[in-house]
Nanobody, 127 residues
Framework: QVQLVESGGGSVQAGGSLRLSCVVS????????MGWFRQVPGQKREGVAS???????TYGDSVKGRFTISKGNAENTLWLQMNNLKPEDTAMYYC?????????????????????WGQGTQVTVSS
């Protein structure tokens, strides 16, 4: 059983920054992939960023150059630094994990490939 808890969301103005955190509260494999996803009302969940066991990262096109995914010194901590936020970034942000040893490049930002999820943290960006 893997449990994840994300935090750090809030309300900011366009151009501002937020840093989200995700902490795994139970067992995880060293071979896991972790990712950040977001969802707005009436839309499908969207892949934001993912990171592999070696720190390699993948980003959705809409956040490239603005968001950075990283791992903390502790293996059970994941971060998402969000800079130059835009109103279209407004969404519920979710942390997710997959314990499989390998994910194809295209699967890393597909939410249906991640079995473990946090409860989400709301990010609201005003114009």
């Amino acid at each position: 059983q893997v449990q994840l808890v994300e935090s750090g969301g809030g309300s900011v103005q366009a151009g501002g920054s937020l840093r989200l955190s995700c902490v795994v509260s139970a067992y995880t494999s060293t071979n896991y992939y972790m990712g950040w996803f977001r969802q707005v009302p009436g839309q499908k969940r969207e892949g934001v960023a993912s990171i592999d066991r070696d720190g390699g990262s993948t980003y959705g096109d809409s956040v490239k150059g603005r968001f950075t995914i990283s791992k903390g010194n502790a293996e059970n901590t994941l971060w998402l630094q969000m800079n130059n936020l835009k109103p279209e970034d407004t969404a519920m942000y979710y942390c997710a994990a997959d314990l499989t040893p390998f994910k194809t490049y295209s699967a890393r930002l597909r939410p249906e490939t991640y079995p473990y999820w946090g409860q989400g943290t709301q990010v609201t960006v005003s114009s």
